[in-house]
């Protein structure tokens, strides 16, 4: 059989037939191939559909993703700010008369992502070229870690150090922008502007009494930016700061003492003008001062202030009415009491007035005048003065100061003298104030305050007459008493000092000395209060003893001689008041 017949055969037997366009000729099979081609264009718009189902499936989840991403909040465990909370502003801090003393710098900081490190070791030894003193283990440590996105490796580069890891093309470095702290005087005003922490935010100071007037909440809660900030004014005066900062520090060179402090304050206002204590520290480097110039010594440190504590008791009985300024006591012999033997120090041995008392520094004198006023009556008129409670001002830095837990005879003599109670030396130059201020108890102030305004939050602790007593028994100690050595050419200065034993192991110490000294210029009109101290001082001056005369005393003297034509007050050359002195 041919080919064609073959085919002719296969055909007759298959029963079908098409048409000319290759179709099924028969009803049947054109029924069923419709069929199948409805199948398969139905077949083909699921798969269609469902291609673009999961497009759109797989964009969701990426979208959601990201916007998860976008949502989370920072991990509060690690050091990591948003860069919101870097770039947060700190406002200014300026003086009274707007000098700036602290202000925020922009910078940056270099942080590593090590999932992106390539080669940690050839990374750390790339940046020690440029940050010698970065620790290489800890920091190969962050870069190792491989599961980690981020790691601060150096907080506040310097511009020349940022350019220079820059060039060395590192992948997987990068820098963030923030905010440092800077204070332009450096070690002038540590202990009072306090310093804030790598994160810029408050520790210490006035700083810290920023943050806790709701700065710090505010960043807390992410409402602070990187816009700048209504400055903060403070009470002191940038000159006199200086003068005072100067002062301290060359105490504790000249005397070679373990520290040193001085305070300068309005005695109608409260205002602090100045304050420095030494050892001191930069704000700026804040760690490099920590072992010892952290300490602010003025308000946080107590000490038994010795014979200025006498000004106390010579105005708590003025005002009680029992003494008068004319009545004289016997001071010729020791007092024995609980085993102890009181005596002077300048002793003259015989009949003193009361001036004659203050002037030659009596411890007996001034113990049998406590003893006629009383305990109960001495430790309340100690407490009016501010003496025994925790001071009231916006450093943070306050230590409260120390008493004896029952007061008894004993107490209340060795009290008399500077014995027995520890205050902070601000608090004590603030009671002090208070004694020739006309008897107006203000409490210290860092920041401005006018007259009316310190008028309306005094308390009267002594009646006018007895701030008019205490004037003329400082003023009488600053002519011929141990104060006469501060008296600065044109400036009427009122004065007493202090030198008292310190504690050592529980007993008084008859070779260490912490030295203090009071003095209130121009005295017939007083507008400052100087109150300085020195601890431990191991020499004096011109080769004096370690006394206060020698040590405290010149460090009031030469912040007067300088600060007094700063603050406004006019000399007064020639001014004789010798009368006023006779009269009593």
Not at 402 to 425: C, D, E
Request: aromatic share 8%.
């Amino acid at each position: 059989m041919s080919f064609l017949s073959r085919i002719m055969v296969l055909k007759s037997k298959a029963h079908f037939s098409t048409d000319g366009n290759n179709r099924p000729s028969d009803g049947f099979s054109r029924s069923r191939f419709e069929g199948a081609r409805k199948r398969k264009a139905n077949q083909a718009k699921s798969r269609v559909v469902l291609l673009v189902g999961s497009f759109i499936a797989i964009y969701c989840v990426i979208g959601g993703r990201l916007a998860q991403f976008a949502m989370t909040p920072p991990d509060t465990t690690s050091s990591i700010l948003p860069p919101d909370r870097l770039m947060a502003s700190r406002p200014d801090i300026v003086d009274r008369n707007g000098a700036l003393l602290a202000t925020d710098i922009r910078t940056v900081s270099l942080f590593a992502e090590p999932n992106k490190i390539i080669d940690p070791d050839e990374a750390v030894e790339e940046l020690r070229k440029v940050l010698p003193d970065l620790d290489a283990k800890s920091t190969y440590r962050k870069l190792a870690a491989k599961n980690s996105h981020f790691a601060w490796l150096r907080r506040q580069l310097t511009p020349k150090q940022q350019s220079q890891i820059l060039a060395l093309g590192i992948p997987g470095i990068g820098f963030r922008p923030e905010k440092r702290r800077f204070y332009p005087g450096g070690t002038t005003a540590p202990h009072i502007l306090g310093y804030v922490n790598i994160d810029n935010r408050g520790v210490a100071g006035m700083e810290k009494y920023i943050d806790n007037q709701g700065l710090a909440d505010l960043a807390a809660a992410g409402m602070t930016n990187d816009q700048p900030l209504q400055p903060v004014k403070l009470s002191i005066d940038l000159r006199v700061q200086g003068i005072v900062r100067d002062a301290v520090v060359n105490a504790v060179k000249n005397f070679q003492a373990k520290g040193a402090g001085a305070a300068v304050i309005d005695v109608h206002t409260g205002e602090v003008l100045g304050m420095a204590s030494a050892p001191d520290f930069d704000p700026n480097y804040p760690n490099e001062g920590a072992s010892e110039g952290w300490l602010n010594r003025m308000t946080n440190g107590t000490f038994e202030m010795g014979s200025t504590f006498k000004t106390f008791t010579m105005a708590m009985a003025l005002d009680s009415g029992k003494i008068s300024l004319r009545d004289a006591f016997d001071a010729t012999n020791p007092i024995r009491i609980g085993g102890f033997t009181i005596h002077d120090f300048h002793g003259q041995r015989r009949v003193l007035s009361v001036p004659e008392i203050f002037q030659y520094s009596s411890n007996i004198g001034t113990a049998k005048i406590a003893d006629l006023v009383g305990i109960d009556a001495h430790k309340e008129f100690v407490t009016r003065l501010g003496l025994l409670n925790k001071m009231d001002t916006e450093l943070p830095e306050v230590k409260a100061p120390s008493q004896p837990r029952v007061w008894k005879k004993i107490n209340s003599i060795t009290i008399s003298f500077g014995h027995g109670v520890s205050t902070t030396p601000l608090q004590t130059a603030v009671a002090a104030a208070a004694l020739v201020n006309g008897g107006k108890l203000i409490e210290p102030t860092f920041l401005p305050r006018t007259r009316d305004q310190a008028d309306a939050i005094a308390k009267m602790v002594v009646k006018k007459s007895t701030s008019d007593d205490v004037r003329y028994l400082l003023e009488f100690n600053g002519t011929r008493g141990s104060g006469r050595n501060a008296r600065v050419p044109g400036y009427n200065v009122g004065s007493k000092t202090g030198t008292a034993d310190k504690v050592v192991n529980g007993r008084y110490s008859h070779t260490l000395n912490f030295n203090s000294f009071l003095a209130a210029f121009p005295i017939d009109n007083p507008q400052y209060m100087v109150m300085t101290f020195i601890d431990e001082p191991k020499s004096g001056e011109r080769g004096g003893g370690t006394i206060s005369a020698f040590t405290a005393l010149p460090i009031a003297r030469d912040i007067i001689a300088r600060a007094a034509p700063i603050l406004g007050v006019q000399p007064s050359f020639g001014k004789d008041n010798s009368a006023l002195l006779a009269s009593y």
